[in-house]
């Protein structure tokens, strides 16, 4: 089975511009979650998708958004850069099934420079 | 709000060496705990994950145990390896499962020749 995908690796915007990543889960998972990876503040949880639906959400400021498709692959997108949304971005899925099956799967994460 | 500690913050250790990274949670009310390593601008790898009714899981090497009262959770490294040498990050999940992760603050580990 194929693992979790994001694209792209590396991304370098301008404060202010708006940026758009993309998580593919394994297949057959129907879970994808975003978080945020910083060397001051660690791994905090962005939001999770389920069957097309946004089922949690962390505590981020409004420019920051998600969806995801028919085909369970996700889409964030950060709006109005700022310099401290740089970060590793990565994406996990799992099948969001309860009880046992909240195992997640991460992709290797988006690398993004605000500059 | 649940707060997720690990210590040490950095460990350096000799190859061949058994060790503990130690996990510690301030909200016993967990659905699961995860172990997860991961490589220098790398994604996260899943080692092993406790289920809350479990106390320990194991998998070749590596053995976590979890205490839910207590709040703690070691992972156990048996005969460690270069290879081994990683940033190691523990994460539960809250009541009732979800995918809402609450990480730790992680163990960075490095195994010298």
């Known amino acids: 089975k194929a693992g979790v995908t994001q694209t792209p690796r590396y991304l370098i915007k301008t404060r202010g511009q708006q940026v758009t990543l993309s998580c593919s889960p394994i297949?057959?998972?129907?879970?994808v979650s975003w978080y945020q990876q910083t060397p001051g503040q660690g791994l905090q949880f962005l939001f999770e998708?389920?069957?097309?639906?946004?089922?949690n959400k962390g505590n981020f400021p409004g420019r920051f958004s998600g969806r995801q498709f028919s085909n369970s692959r996700s889409e964030m997108n950060v709006s109005t850069l700022e310099l401290g949304d740089s970060a590793l971005y990565l994406c996990?899925?799992?099948?969001?099934?309860?009880?046992?099956?909240?195992?997640?799967?991460f992709g290797p994460g988006t690398r993004l420079t605000v500059t | 709000k649940q707060e997720v500690t690990q210590i040490p913050a950095a460990l350096s250790v000799p190859e061949g060496e058994n060790l503990v990274l130690n996990c510690s949670f301030t909200d016993s009310a967990i659905y699961n705990l995860q172990w997860f390593r991961q490589d220098p601008g790398k994604g996260l790898t899943s080692l092993l994950l406790?289920?809350?009714?479990?106390r320990e899981q194991t998998s070749g090497r590596l053995n976590a145990s979890l205490d839910k009262s207590s709040g703690r959770s070691t992972l156990y490294i048996a005969a460690s390896q270069p290879g081994d040498s990683a940033t190691y990050l523990c994460?539960?999940?809250?009541?009732?499962?979800?995918?809402?992760?609450?990480f730790g603050t992680g163990t960075q580990l490095k195994v010298e020749l």
């Open positions: 994460a539960v999940s809250p009541p009732g499962g979800g995918n809402k992760l609450t």
């Open positions: 996990a899925s799992s099948d969001g099934l309860a009880p046992s099956s909240y195992e997640q799967y």
């Open positions: 998708y389920f069957s097309e639906t946004q089922r």
């Open positions: 297949s057959g998972h129907r879970s």
């Open positions: 406790i289920q809350s009714s479990q």
